[in-house]
């Protein structure tokens, strides 16, 4: 039973339980090791993961959600988001989209833009909660499944109030650019 989790950037040694999650969560969809390592090389990457702490245990706990996005220099990306099936609804997708959230103020992005499958009622519940609204649909955009997906927006010069009271679990050891010893990952 999760009480609490931290946040800290993604690290290479946290690769392989990324890779375990992503082929839980996205099934055919998951990114490989290629995929992941390429992203997170990536310029403007900024990626993270939650870590359970548990009262009971000492030392470092696996991994049970990551997230990540990509900043362009005008608005950022969610690049992906994913909770272990046996933590969520626990409030970790949240505090990782806090996270986010607060790095893109951070740098100063415009706005927050994502792709979600049009049939993922929890992702598009949690992204409504923070006040993303729907752009568009973008058909067949998920492959080899064949789903389209919708493009969701926060403009953060609107949302910028009404997320400050937010839970934010915020990476305490975060650096300011993108973790160092990682390139970074996606949805
Ligand atoms: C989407 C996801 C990251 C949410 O993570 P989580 O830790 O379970 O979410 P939280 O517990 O922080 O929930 C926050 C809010 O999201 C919404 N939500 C989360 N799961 C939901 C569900 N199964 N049904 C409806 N709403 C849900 C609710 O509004 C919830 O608030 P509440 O619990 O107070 O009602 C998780 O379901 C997941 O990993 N899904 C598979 C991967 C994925 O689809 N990623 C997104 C790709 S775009």
Redesign the pocket.
């Known amino acids: 039973m999760i009480t609490e989790v931290r946040l800290r950037p993604l690290r290479n040694a946290d690769f392989d339980r990324v890779l375990e999650l992503e082929r839980q969560?996205f099934g055919r969809g998951a990114w490989t090791y290629g995929m992941l390592a390429d992203e997170l090389a990536g310029l403007g990457r900024w990626y993270i993961v939650a870590e359970p702490e548990r009262l009971d245990r000492a030392g470092e706990q696996p991994v049970v959600?990551y997230a990540g996005l990509w900043f362009d220099g005008d608005v950022t990306q969610i690049m992906t988001?994913?909770?272990d099936p046996a933590a969520?609804?626990?409030?970790?997708?949240?505090q990782l989209m806090a996270a986010l959230l607060e790095r893109s103020r951070k740098v100063k992005a415009e706005a927050v833009l994502?792709e979600?499958r049009v049939d993922?009622?929890?992702?598009i519940?949690?992204y409504r909660?923070l006040g993303f609204e729907i752009l568009g649909v973008r058909k067949r955009y998920y492959q080899p499944e064949n789903v389209d997906a919708y493009t969701m927006r926060l403009d953060l010069s609107v949302a910028a109030d009404d997320t400050a009271d937010a839970p934010v679990g915020a990476p305490v050891d975060a650096p300011d650019d993108a973790p160092g010893d990682a390139p970074g990952d996606a949805?």
């Open positions: 969560l959600g988001i994913g909770v969520q609804r626990h409030g970790v997708g949240r994502l979600v993922n009622t929890p992702a519940e949690l909660e949805a």
